[in-house]
């Protein structure tokens, strides 16, 4: 046997110490059950283990975890997991997709991941990981998304993140003690499709090189410390289906090249600075034909605007 999958089969107790005796298992998965503890000693004896999938369950304890150097794809979300990760993390060079969002690790998890070349996907949201993003982010050069939200990081973004030209996703929202300048060198990551830098102390200008990822479809910089005019350059992300620029300083005008916006669902402006008149080609997004795209306008009130037929809320 190979694989071994028992995805949401009520398991409960410990993990069984009998699966170390499959020592040909590559696969394992054991995501949502109600397992609980530590991994057993014996089951680190599956030195071929590729994929290792503990995702919902109330484990506590991985400490040895460094004992599977082939392991590629590690799931250890959303269990009961505290503290430190384990030194032995060190050892998972080869890791491709590592998920440890929804637990309570702490301290320094880039003292651990930063050399991590082969890493495509790392979420590590919703733990309690301190200190910055480090510079050899942009040495992770296969890196497809990276969510690192709602922990307590400080500093600012590197501006290494720029080489990761293979980035798809990029999330650290809710970090509230990163902040200074949105980074220009984001405009280089063309594929980037998710990005998510809301609630956090970013301040100046929002980068007219954030024109340049034509491809995002999803955009909140909401609840930050932005100022000045929104930059007109943002009208060329045709593809954008959420735009969030909420709570914020910003001034001026709403541009007029946000009417480019075709495929726009959600656009929320309330809660800044911009005044002068909705233009009318964004109004036009709400009745295209019989497609009504653009479903929710929210705007600051100083900005005319008819709540009847194109802005659906005032604040």
């Known amino acids: 046997i190979n694989r071994l999958h028992l995805r949401q089969r009520l398991v409960s107790g410990e993990v069984p110490a009998e699966f170390s005796l499959l020592y040909y298992l590559q696969h394992l998965d054991l995501e949502n059950n109600k397992l609980i503890g530590a991994l057993p000693t014996p089951l680190y004896k599956l030195f071929n283990l590729q994929t290792l999938f503990l995702e919902q369950n109330e484990l506590t304890n991985v400490d040895a975890i460094g004992e599977y150097r082939h392991l590629?794809?590690?799931?250890?979300?959303?269990?009961?997991f505290q503290g430190q990760l384990p030194e032995s993390f060190r050892n998972l060079q080869k890791l491709k997709t590592l998920y440890l969002h929804t637990n309570a690790f702490t301290g320094e998890v880039f003292e651990i991941l930063k050399d991590f070349k082969s890493m495509e996907l790392l979420d590590i949201a919703f733990n309690e990981f301190e200190g910055t993003l480090p510079t050899e982010l942009g040495e992770m050069s296969n890196l497809t998304s990276f969510f690192a939200g709602h922990n307590q990081f400080e500093g600012q973004i590197p501006q290494e993140i720029g080489q990761c030209t293979n980035l798809k996703e990029?999330?650290?929202?809710g970090s509230h003690d990163i902040g200074g300048k949105i980074p220009a060198v984001l405009g280089q990551l063309t594929k980037l499709e998710f990005l998510k830098l809301d609630t956090c102390a970013f301040t100046g200008e929002l980068p007219s090189q954030i024109g340049n990822l034509v491809n995002l479809t999803f955009m909140d910089v909401s609840s930050n410390e932005l100022e000045g005019a929104i930059p007109?350059?943002?009208?060329k992300l045709t593809n954008i289906v959420t735009l969030g620029l909420a709570n914020n300083d910003f001034s001026g005008d709403v541009p007029t090249e946000f009417g480019n916006f075709v495929n726009l669902e959600k656009m929320y402006l309330q809660n800044t600075d911009l005044s002068g008149v909705m233009p009318k080609e964004v109004c036009a997004l709400r009745d295209m034909g019989n497609d009504t795209v653009l479903e929710e306008l929210q705007v600051p009130c100083d900005v005319e605007c008819d709540l009847d037929t194109c802005c659906t809320m005032c604040s």
């Open 170 to 173: 990029f999330q650290v929202d």
């Open 72 to 80: 590629e794809h590690l799931a250890l979300s959303k269990n009961a």
């Open 232 to 235: 007109t350059e943002l009208g």
